[in-house]
């Protein structure tokens, strides 16, 4: 089947710090990967997402790149913000599945002023 | 556009009593979702929706039935309600590709949630 394991939180860092947050696969046929991050209190949005090998997501200065030979999708930021506080999860879908996303279990990033 | 909404925001209910969660997308969108959300397990699916009339299971769906009538509205029920439904339900639609075989690249969209917690 699919899974997702992604770094255990939480994850506390002062601004302006490099942020990674690893991210590895197993999944049955070729998926598309997800970052999502859900800020306090609201619903999950899109952060970023690749389709195939060595493809690079990016927006607001987080980037990751879909490695298929290490089946991993590790997000980063060079400069993190107070305002990027909050949960980061990594997803998969696979194509037939009704785009179903199978979801890591997030990591709760806070960023101290 | 309103994107995805979620009725209602927050519930307490009593094991046994049922309710219904209503989520409804304004993208016209074919395709939705209800997942529920619980600490250190990230989102695991319920049941989702490939167009109007249709319904399908997902990871978890015991305990929980699920209606598309009209394309726009996706609601999820709970017939008998249990303390292990306590969680928070996250709704979720989206678009696909014309193309089946296509890698899914679609993105999800997601509503604001509801927490429900069973006593």
């Known amino acids: 089947g699919n899974s997702v394991t992604q770094m255990e939180g939480p994850v506390t860092l002062s601004e302006e710090a490099f942020l990674t947050i690893n991210c590895t696969y197993t999944a049955t046929g070729y998926p598309s990967l997800f970052w999502y991050v859900q800020y306090p209190g609201e619903g999950l949005q899109l952060l970023l997402k690749?389709?195939?090998?060595?493809d690079k997501g990016s927006n607001k200065g987080f980037e990751a790149t879909y490695r298929k030979e290490t089946t991993s999708f590790h997000l980063e930021k060079g400069s993190v913000q107070v305002s990027d506080s909050a949960v980061y999860f990594c997803?998969?879908?696979?194509?037939?599945?009704?785009?179903?996303?199978?979801f890591g279990s997030g990591t709760q990033l806070t960023v101290l002023p | 556009n309103a994107g995805v909404t979620q009725t209602p925001k927050f519930r307490v209910l009593k094991t046994g009593q049922s309710m219904t969660l209503l989520c409804a997308q304004d993208m016209n969108h074919e395709y939705m979702y209800w997942y529920r959300q619980d600490p250190g397990m990230g989102l695991r699916l319920i049941h989702y929706s490939v167009g109007e009339g249709t319904t399908a299971k997902g990871e978890v769906p015991d305990g929980y039935n699920v209606s598309r009538l009209k394309k726009q509205n996706f609601l999820l029920g709970l017939e008998s309600a249990a303390p292990s439904q306590t969680s928070v339900y996250f709704c979720?639609?989206?678009?696909?590709?014309?193309?089946?075989?296509?890698?899914?690249?679609?993105?999800?969209?997601f509503g604001p949630g509801t927490r429900l917690t069973v006593l």
């Open positions: 997803a998969l879908s696979v194509s037939g599945s009704a785009r179903q996303l199978t």
């Open positions: 979720a639609s989206s678009y696909p590709s014309a193309r089946q075989s296509f890698p899914s690249t679609d993105t999800q969209y």
């Open positions: 690749a389709t195939k090998a060595d």
